[in-house]
């Protein structure tokens, strides 16, 4: 098998990672053409998404999925509303939080998922513990 050197991200890579006679690797030029890449910082954008990519596979339960009707159920037991302000959330505009962030070693399962609004959930961001504020206008009793 043939390999060569990418000269954005300095990789070695197979040959068919590459178009013909191009210099740059396929995922370098996708990634430059659709405006996701800034010269200079592709080897820090490559190592981000693989250490993210890493730690969403390490929090995944084999066999678990979490359904939209999961959510939906989910979203219905909160009342519809953000879990940290209580405002009501439209479903389109839901942000679901991961109580403990996943790559503090948090696992993907409904019972670590909260509807946040946008803002609440990027203000919270991967804090971890976070202090949790339990609406008055929940409905039903209080999750485990």
């Known amino acids: 098998m043939d390999w060569k050197a990418c000269a954005e991200c300095d990789r070695i890579l197979p040959r068919q990672a590459f ?6 690797c396929k995922e370098c030029r996708a990634l430059r053409d659709h405006g996701r890449l800034r010269p200079g910082n592709l080897a820090t954008q490559l190592r981000k998404r693989a250490a993210r990519s890493e730690r969403e596979q390490a929090a995944r339960v084999p066999g678990y999925v979490i359904t939209d009707e999961l959510l939906r159920q989910k ?14 959330l439209e479903s389109v505009h839901v942000s679901w939080d991961h109580v403990k962030p996943l790559h503090k070693q948090g696992l993907h399962l409904l019972s670590n998922l909260r509807p946040m609004c946008p803002s609440c959930n990027s203000r919270k961001g991967a804090k971890w513990p976070y202090p949790i504020r339990y609406s008055a206008r929940l409905t039903g009793p209080l999750p485990h």
């Open 75 to 88: 979203l219905r037991h909160w009342g519809r509303r953000c879990h940290e302000c209580s405002r009501p």
């Open 19 to 24: 178009q013909s006679k191009q210099s740059r």
